[in-house]
Nanobody
Framework: QVQLVESGGGLVQPGGSLRLSCAAS????????MGWYRQAFGKQRELVAT???????GYADSVKGRFTISRDNAKNTVYLQMNSLKPEDTAVYHC???????????????WGQGTQVTVSS
């Protein structure tokens, strides 16, 4: 059974930093693109950042220059370094990953359970 488990959320003051981690566990053949999404209360889930296996990354305009996505393929883990946090960054952050469970299964998208990030003074 494949699972994604996030960690690193919490309460931080405006201007502060947090680092989120998301580790994939279970039995699978490989991981393709990984990403972070967020959902604020009463709003739709939105893309924050993605990263491919070749470390090509993309960001939402609202986080460019403040957030950095990275991955450690040996640890099956994706990170999100968040700097200069703003109150509008408050949301539940979810990671996702396209995972190939077996060579014949095709890629499936998996989601983590989410971690709360609250930016407030």
């Amino acid at each position: 059974q494949v699972q994604l488990v996030e960690s690193g959320g919490g309460l931080v003051q405006p201007g502060g930093s947090l680092r989120l981690s998301c580790a994939a566990s279970g039995t699978f053949f490989g991981i393709s693109t990984m990403g972070w999404y967020r959902q604020a209360f009463g709003k739709q889930r939105e893309l924050v950042a993605t990263i491919t296996t070749s470390d090509s990354s993309g960001y939402a305009d609202s986080v460019k220059g403040r957030f950095t996505i990275s991955r450690d393929n040996a640890k099956n883990t994706v990170y999100l370094q968040m700097n200069s946090l703003k109150p509008e960054d408050t949301a539940v952050y979810h990671c996702n990953a396209e995972i190939l469970v077996t060579p014949l299964s095709g890629r499936s998208t998996y989601w983590g359970q989410g971690t709360q990030v609250t930016v407030s003074s």
